[in-house]
């Protein structure tokens, strides 16, 4: 069975940094495309950066220079590092893989406060 499990939330400073884990099982990471979305309160999830089986990377505009994905398919993760956080990053990150239908994870909380 697919499974996403996120790690890594937690509360962090403005100016702070965080690395978030996707661990995915029940499936052959390597073959497919991952990707992080987030959803804050009151508002839609949206995308914030995918990286494809070959290691592309892309990202959304209000993260780049600041946000890095990656993976490591020996150990079926991958990572969302997040440097100089805003307190607009507050939101719930998900991770997203798309085999026959979106999967999603269960969501790891990111709040950005002083």
């Known amino acids: 069975q697919l499974q996403l499990v996120e790690s890594g939330g937690g509360l962090v400073q403005p100016g702070g940094s965080m690395r978030l884990s996707c661990a995915a099982s029940?499936?052959?990471?390597?073959?497919?495309?991952m990707a992080w979305f987030r959803q804050a309160p009151g508002k839609e999830r949206e995308g914030v950066s995918c990286?494809?089986?070959?290691?592309?990377?892309n990202y959304v505009d209000f993260v780049k220079g600041r946000f890095t994905i990656s993976r490591d398919n020996d150990n079926n993760t991958v990572f969302l590092q997040m440097n100089d956080l805003k307190p607009e990053d507050t939101a719930v990150y998900y991770c997203?893989?798309?085999?026959?239908?979106?999967?999603w994870g269960q969501g790891t909380q990111v709040t950005v406060s002083s």
């Open positions: 029940g499936f052959t990471m390597s073959y497919y495309a």
């Open positions: 990286i494809n089986s070959r290691a592309g990377t």
């Open positions: 997203n893989v798309r085999r026959d239908t979106d999967h």
